[in-house]
């Protein structure tokens, strides 16, 4: 039987063969931890700007629109963030099974633990306004990203299903009107002569609103509910 | 300074990687430990070629020895060296495209096996020749065979099968519930009454 120890021994020793450093192996095990953590934060991001999408949009108008609740859900989701929520779990999960003792747990586990964080640190960044503050970025910097996601502005600028929303231009055009502009600029005689004030709003100039009702023609619009703009400092700045 | 097996005796393998990290020599002391066992390891999810699987010993020591810095104390030596042995072994026969077909068994490596999954007793069991056996675990997938090979031949508890495989233990658990339902579906395909 060949001596395969001596063998291996005698090239070892010829070869000079050496063990890899220890400096090596930590350095690519802190690299591997590296990239999970850093996939669980943009995973954080991903989880705090669709937080901020539903909670930017308006759950009670579905039935307004004739649409059912769950078809409202479906068009509404941020697929873009939720895909990329998916993606970086799916990069932590990766990353993670590469630790030294990753592969010991399943992969249930994982991910739940990873989303679980991931979750946590994203509401913690929303209620700190910076989902809303990397949407206004993304918004300006990201060509085409307002056409990737459903925002509250997708939601209101649907004025032939009763759904407007703008800015008041002047006010007291007549007792009961005012003039508004929409988000594509254009402009809209509101009739409020039955209209239900939601919050502590007066008709003023610069005001943003969002209005339902009923589109009368192309520039009249009567309000029968009439809601502050909240958030979306793209639109209040 | 040269040392003899006398001197590796009485020391762990544990301490011996530590040792071998400070002196080279003590390397041959940790090989020689598990040329046997490694080699039949290889030759058992191989197809038993026996040149084919020396040579991938010799890989198999090479890496470790460059990986020895890599190697967890609190981990046991054992399984770690038969996870380098098991990836350097299954790489080689991809490479080669030569998947094992025939695994180079003795009868009671079989007998194991089949003790396991099945009712011993079972005279339609003990009528089956060896061959006939064998013929039944290579249809086996390789994730099935490898599993088997560690629990009931090399003797491996789950522990040890999810640090040499990298799996969690409850999947091991599940691939050998897996692997022994498969096992008594292809005897039932043979029309085997069990």
């Known amino acids: 039987m060949k001596n395969i120890s001596e063998e291996v021994f005698k090239k070892i020793k010829k070869e000079n063969i050496k063990p890899k450093s220890y400096r090596y192996f930590a350095t690519k095990n802190y690299f591997i931890w590296f990239l999970f ?20 949009l308006d759950w009670d108008i579905y039935h307004y629109l004739g649409d059912s609740f769950l078809k ?12 990329f929520l998916i993606l970086f779990l799916g990069v932590a999960y990766y990353n993670f ?5 990753g592969y010991r747990f399943r992969f249930i586990t994982i991910l739940v633990t990873s989303l679980i964080i991931s979750t946590l ?4 960044l929303y209620f700190n306004g910076f989902s809303e503050n990397l949407e206004n970025v993304f918004f300006q910097k990201i060509p085409y ?4 996601i459903y925002t509250c502005e997708n939601q209101w600028m649907q004025p032939s299903k009763g759904l407007l929303a703008g800015t008041i231009m002047e006010a007291g055009i007549s007792k009961n009107s005012f003039s508004l502009m929409d988000f594509n600029n254009q402009h809209w005689e509101v009739n409020i002569d039955n209209t239900i004030w939601k919050g502590k709003l007066k008709t003023s100039k610069g005001l943003k609103i969002k209005l339902m009702g009923k589109m009368e023609d192309e520039t ?3 309000a029968i509910e009439i809601r502050p703009w909240k958030g979306q400092k793209k639109f209040t700045q | 300074m040269v040392v003899t097996i006398k001197e590796c005796i009485d020391k762990t393998d544990e301490q011996l990687v530590l040792l071998t990290l400070k002196n080279q020599e003590y390397y041959l002391c940790l090989m020689k430990r598990y040329e046997s066992e490694l080699l039949n390891y290889i030759m058992k999810i191989s197809n038993g070629n026996k040149q084919d699987a020396e040579d991938i010993l010799q890989e198999t020591f090479i890496k470790a020895y460059q990986n020895l810095n890599d190697f967890n104390l609190s981990l046991k030596f054992s399984n770690w060296i038969f996870r380098i042995t098991h990836n350097a072994t299954i790489s080689a026969f991809r490479k080669k495209k030569i998947y094992s077909q025939a695994i180079s068994w003795e009868e009671k490596d079989l007998d194991s096996i089949l003790q396991s999954t099945l009712d011993v007793e079972n005279t339609n069991i003990q009528k089956l020749s060896y061959e006939h ?13 490898e599993i088997l090979i560690l629990k009931f031949i090399e003797d491996k508890d789950y522990r040890a099968i999810s640090d040499i495989l990298h799996k969690p233990m409850g999947t091991i658990a599940t691939l050998l519930n897996r692997a022994k339902k498969a096992i008594i ?8 009454d069990l």
Do not use: C, D
């Open chain 1, 97 to 101: 099974i590469h630790t030294k003792r």
């Open chain 2, 133 to 145: 056996v064998l013929e039944i675990i290579n249809r086996l997938p390789l994730k099935y065979k």
């Open chain 1, 220 to 222: 009249h619009f009567t």
């Open chain 1, 121 to 124: 640190l994203g509401t913690a």
């Open chain 2, 185 to 192: 579906r292809e005897l039932k395909k043979e029309g085997i």
């Open chain 1, 145 to 148: 990203y307002n056409k990737l």
């Open chain 1, 37 to 56: 953590g850093i996939s669980i934060i943009l995973g954080s991001f991903a989880f705090s700007m669709i937080l901020f999408m539903f909670r930017q």
């Open chain 1, 72 to 83: 409202t859900v479906f068009i509404s989701l941020p697929y873009l963030w939720l895909i």
